[in-house]
């Protein structure tokens, strides 16, 4: 099988977009993220069940140890690939996430799709890469979807947001063969659609990244689907919010019914 099967990537998607809930922070960034709430799983689980999330990003420790309270009630992605962020002066400049979990296991598990982390631009991108390719042909023998979280990251790498190493990035992903790309917001429509023109026939996924202002972050997700991209994967932008469902909701009007930013907020 050549492409991934429509049966696992319609599992994704409603109305054509996606709508992901990342929680993969954990490990990425540790305690820092959390509060008295959102440190609980159950919690990110219940924002999900309650809302129109089409995916729910988790390592393969959460998938395992919380998989009754989500399991067929909303579409698993196991993250297969990370680090933590201690030794962070050496990743800043040789950025490498190794793989946590086999494809395999990801199955076992559950899995409607498995994401991987590609520093483009690192020093050790060439064993990120071929770590890639394992994962994304193996993945293939089951018919899963790859989702690539293409961050272009490293000594080589000035500005991760420049809209030419992104639109990079986007183009490294559609040419290793993966089905969905998460990446950086642009700054603008038009450089933002010069990253999905990139990417070709990939779907594009724009990075929730920090929590920020709802109404910076709402016109992004607005001007990022103007210029064809397929939706977010985003998680401290809800689960750090203290009213999760109002941002999960607006998300929703403007992801799945095409809402202006004002009538999101209505």
Known sequence: MLEPSQKYMSRLFRNGRAMFLAYD?????GPKDFNDKNYNPEYIIDIALRNKFTGLIFHKGLAEKYHENYSGKVPLIVKVNGKDNIAKAQAEVEPFS????????????????????LYVGSPLESKAMEDLR?????????????VGWMYPRGKYVEND??????????RVGL????????VKYTGSK????????????????????????????????????????????VGRNVWQSDSPD???????????????????LK
Request: hydrophobic share 40%.
């Open 134 to 146: 394992q994962v994304q042909e193996c993945a293939r023998d089951y018919g899963l979807p790859v």
């Open 161 to 170: 947001t420049d809209p030419n190493i992104v639109a990079y990035g986007a």
């Open 98 to 117: 190794p793989v946590v979990c086999s494809v395999d296991y990801a199955v076992k598990l559950g899995a409607d799709a498995v994401g991987y982390t």
């Open 25 to 29: 922070q954990g490990l990425e960034h």
């Open 175 to 182: 040419e290793l063969g993966c089905d969905l790309l998460k």
């Open 246 to 264: 109002k941002v999960s909701k607006a998300l929703e009007k403007i992801i799945f019914d095409n809402k202006s930013v004002e009538d999101a």
């Open 190 to 233: 038009e450089t933002f659609k010069k990253v999905v023109d990139m990417a070709g026939r990939a779907k594009v996924l724009c990075a929730g990244g920090l929590k920020s202002d709802l109404n910076v972050f709402l016109k992004q997700t607005r001007d990022i689907l103007d210029v064809g991209a397929t939706g977010v994967a």
